[in-house]
C-alpha cells in the first residue's frame, strides 16, 4: 500500500516554509497531495485556482508531489484521495492551541487519519503567508522567503 499524505493549507501566497516541508515529507511518503483549501467562507487575497498555480509553479517538478484545490472537509479529502496521513508543519508555541484542537476534531471526524507535525526549520520558523502579505504591501524585502515571481503577483493583486 502506498503511504499518501495530504498537506493541506490556505497557500495565500505559499513562501519558502511550506517548499521546506513538502520535501522533508518526500523522505517519509510516497505521495504528497498539496492540498490548497478553498471554502467560500474563508477570505483570500488569491483566488484558489490562483494559488493552486502558484504552489505548482513553486514546487517545478519533485516527483510524487501533486497539487490540487479542495473544499469542504479535509478528512473528507484525504479519505477520498486514499491518504492515511495529514502533514501539518509547527513553527512556535502559538501554533500548537489552534493545531492541537484541529487533530482532535479531525480525529474525531476521522479517527484512521494520522496528523504528522514537521517542526519547521529554523530560517522560517518566524515566517507566514500573513506577514508575508504585510511586508510586500509595505514594500520591505522577502528575498529568500518567497520566490521573486510571487513577490511579483502580490503587488500586482494588491495594486488592482
Ligand atoms: O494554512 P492554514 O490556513 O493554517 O490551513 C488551515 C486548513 C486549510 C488546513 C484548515 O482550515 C482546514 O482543514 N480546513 C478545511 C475544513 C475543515 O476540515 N475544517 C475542520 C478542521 S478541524
Redesign the pocket.
Known amino acids: 500500500m502506498p503511504r499518501i499524505a495530504v498537506y ?4 495565500d501566497p505559499v513562501t519558502y516554509g511550506h517548499l521546506d516541508i513538502i520535501r522533508r515529507s518526500q523522505e517519509l511518503f510516497d505521495l504528497i497531495i498539496v492540498a490548497v ?1 478553498d ?1 467560500p467562507s ?1 477570505d483570500m487575497l488569491f483566488t484558489g485556482d490562483e494559488r493552486v498555480g502558484m504552489v505548482k509553479e513553486f514546487i517545478g517538478d519533485l516527483s510524487r508531489v501533486q497539487v490540487e484545490r ?1 473544499e ?5 479529502y484525504a479519505q477520498e484521495k486514499g491518504a492515511g496521513f495529514i502533514i ?1 508543519g509547527l513553527r512556535a508555541l502559538s501554533d500548537f492551541e ?1 493545531e492541537f ?2 487533530n482532535l ?2 480525529r474525531r ?1 476521522n479517527p484512521h487519519i494520522e496528523t504528522i507535525y514537521l517542526i519547521t526549520n529554523q530560517d522560517y520558523s518566524y515566517l507566514s ?1 500573513s506577514i508575508i502579505k504585510e511586508i510586500v504591501r509595505l514594500r520591505g524585502s522577502t528575498s529568500g522567503l518567497i520566490p521573486e515571481s510571487v513577490r511579483e503577483k502580490l503587488l500586482k493583486k494588491m495594486k488592482g
Open positions: 493541506p493549507g490556505s497557500f483549501n471554502n474563508r479542495f469542504g472537509l479535509l478528512v473528507d501539518r489552534y484542537q484541529m476534531m479531525n471526524l503567508s
